[in-house]
């Protein structure tokens, strides 16, 4: 199997941004996107008072970075989860609040990697793109299931691709005589559904699709829908939610999802702003922050990243609080 690599995106400033939450013993930080563990390294070597859980649904990733991390003994935890189970792991650790939550979201170096998962269309592979690879339905399932209908809704919701009733139309047809069930088969069809003066725009022709299918596998969307409002509820006062997005969809639920938190809700022409109805949470990044030059140069991977973070300022309302196992509100 490939050895996968990982150079984290936006390192020093996500630290940064991390840092004024995790300064007093105890402090709880939560990667809900694990991967092969560089932020939460960092976090564990320049934090010292930083106690990491790493959530991720790769059961390969969480093995090769609780090898990398073992080393920090009982500061490091490993949960095998799907990070909109938020606060059921927190609270399954007997946590009733955490002080800073962080996501990198997207497709991460373990799955990029590794080509027998399937996921870049570079090489040949089995088409998977399952980030949790026992369980649920393949990249290959879909295309062989899913009616032309759904399959352009999907090219065209999470990939933005032009020709996408195309693309389904053939993929379709072809199917019909064989079915398809690695990554050079789709990127043949790509190459010869796809326009000749389209192709030579926009970088690789199966980007976009590619793109679509890993997203719907995963169903990465509505995953990230639950993730954000539950990780706002999950820290407490002082702490911080912190997000990398590579997409525009994802940055905009994101940045939905921290604008309403933010939100002061009170009359516009009102002089003073009443006791109680405060933001219970501030912007901490003003919109969304990106990649300089030179670190794209050193990691292509930032070239699209959207950074953006969220303090809480105010406790949340008591009964929207985890609750320890066993324990009764």
């Known amino acids: 199997m490939t050895t996968p690599s990982h150079a984290p995106v936006l390192l020093d400033r996500v630290v940064a941004l991390l840092a004024p939450a995790l300064e007093a013993p105890g402090s709880v930080y939560v990667d809900c996107t694990l991967g092969l563990g560089g932020h939460s390294e960092a976090v564990l070597e320049r934090l ?9 649904r790769d059961p390969a990733a969480l093995d090769l970075a609780s090898q990398r991390l073992a080393r920090h003994g009982d500061r490091f935890t490993a949960v ?72 352009t809704r999907i090219l065209r919701e999470y990939g933005e691709e032009k020709f996408a009733s195309r693309i389904a139309r053939e993929v379709v047809r072809r199917r019909e005589s064989a079915p398809f069930s690695s990554s050079a088969d789709l990127v043949e ?16 022709p199966a980007k976009r699709t590619f793109q679509a299918l ?20 999950a820290v407490g006062v ?36 009443p006791e109680g109805a405060e933001p219970a949470l501030r912007l901490v990044t003003r919109g969304a922050e990106r990649a300089d030059e ?4 050193q990691n292509p991977r930032a070239a699209s990243v959207r950074l953006r973070a969220v303090e809480r300022v105010l406790p949340p309302p008591a009964a929207s609080r985890p609750l320890p196992p066993g324990a009764v509100r």
């Open 48 to 56: 010292p008072h930083a106690r990491v859980v790493g959530i991720d």
């Open 189 to 204: 069809l790509l190459y010869a559904t796809i326009p000749a003066p389209a192709r030579r725009t926009g970088g690789h």
């Open 238 to 273: 002082g702490g911080r939610v912190v997000v990398e997005s590579y997409h525009s969809l994802e940055d905009r639920l994101v940045k939905r999802a921290f604008a309403d938190a933010t939100r002061l809700d009170v009359p516009p022409d009102l002089p003073f702003v």
């Open 294 to 297: 030179h670190e794209v140069e």
């Open 80 to 151: 095998h989860a799907v990070y909109d189970e938020l606060l059921d792991v927190i609270a399954g650790l007997g946590l009733d609040h955490v002080d800073a939550v962080f996501f990198d979201l997207g497709v991460s170096s373990m799955q990029l990697d590794v080509r027998e998962r399937g996921f870049a269309y570079a090489e040949d592979a089995p088409l998977d793109m399952r980030m949790d690879p026992t369980t649920g339905q393949t990249a290959a399932d879909l295309l062989n299931t899913a009616t032309a209908q759904e399959l």
């Open 214 to 233: 890993r997203m719907a596998v995963n169903d990465e969307l509505a995953v990230l829908r639950r993730a954000i409002p539950a990780s706002i509820e």
